[in-house]
């Protein structure tokens, strides 16, 4: 991003974004071109320039797959938008889902986009969770400022309530572990949010993890998509033996204490 936004200082945007407009008229929403976006706003720049097209969901949705497709991992903004909008587009078939329930379609879509970009429908509905983050935190998800579980907690707290929360990141540095975002959510619930206690939240000091969290996504990067976890964990235990035993035998008992003169 940082070389993005020096790019744009230098040069402008060089390629337009492309938009569709509202369907409630007000205004434009980005298909392709979040980036960006993003970037003319910390480059400065108050106009983008942009390609409009009338487009329906589906034809959205492939322009944006065929944007990233282009340039790579998507940022999670975007993942949560093409997400959303496939959904949407499977919701809109309405009873041509064979065999679904009328009240069932919405829970199917899910379940449908999920296989269709390889995630359980749990994680496409917390990705979907981002679109209801303000922007600035969605920002700050992107530029990985703000961890992703602890957004899908920030997302159910009131708008004015979780541009608060950016302020206090910004001031406190430091953002929100998975159990402080809860704490900020059900204090949203209650009614008893404001800036002193976020900042009290916050600055609060994080116990440490002590677990070691790595993602299917960055595993498959290595494995392929086609091994599954429980292979990935075996040949990784596999790895990790052999890298032992090249190592240097290390002491892994403490002396014990002299014993004290009588």
């Given at each position: ?11 402008g945007v060089m390629t337009p974004a492309t938009v569709r ?88 879509s899910v379940e449908i986009v999920g296989e269709n970009n ?123 033996d052999e890298w032992k035993q090249k190592q240097p035998p ?13």
């Amino acid at each position: 991003m940082a070389e993005l936004v020096g790019t744009i200082k230098e040069h402008g945007v060089m390629t337009p974004a492309t938009v569709r407009p509202e369907k409630d008229g007000n205004g434009y929403e980005i298909v392709a071109g979040h980036r960006r976006h993003r970037g003319s706003e910390m480059a400065g720049l108050e106009e983008l320039p942009c390609i409009v097209r009338s487009m329906t969901d589906i034809e959205a949705v492939r322009e944006m797959k065929n944007s990233n497709k282009q340039r790579g991992e998507p940022l999670p903004s975007e993942l949560a938008k093409l997400l959303d909008l496939e959904v949407e587009a499977i919701k809109h078939q309405g009873g041509r889902l064979d065999g679904v329930a009328e009240g069932d379609i919405g829970k199917r879509s899910v379940e449908i986009v999920g296989e269709n970009n390889g995630m359980n429908y749990k994680k496409v509905m917390r990705y979907i969770r981002l679109n209801s983050l303000v922007p600035e935190l969605l920002n700050k998800v992107d530029e990985k400022g703000l961890g992703f579980m602890p957004a899908v907690e920030l997302s159910y707290i009131k708008p004015k309530n979780q541009r608060l929360v950016a302020v206090s990141i910004d001031g406190e540095q430091s953002s929100p572990s998975v159990a402080q975002a809860k704490r900020l959510r059900e204090l949203d619930k209650e009614g008893k949010l404001n800036g002193d206690v976020i900042d009290g939240i916050l600055s609060e000091k994080k116990k440490e993890d002590k677990g070691v969290i790595i993602s299917t996504a960055e595993l498959e990067k290595y494995f392929g998509k086609e091994v599954t976890p429980a292979k990935m964990k075996e040949q990784i235990m596999g790895l990790l033996d052999e890298w032992k035993q090249k190592q240097p035998p290390q002491l892994t008992k403490a002396p014990k204490k002299m014993e004290k003169d009588k």
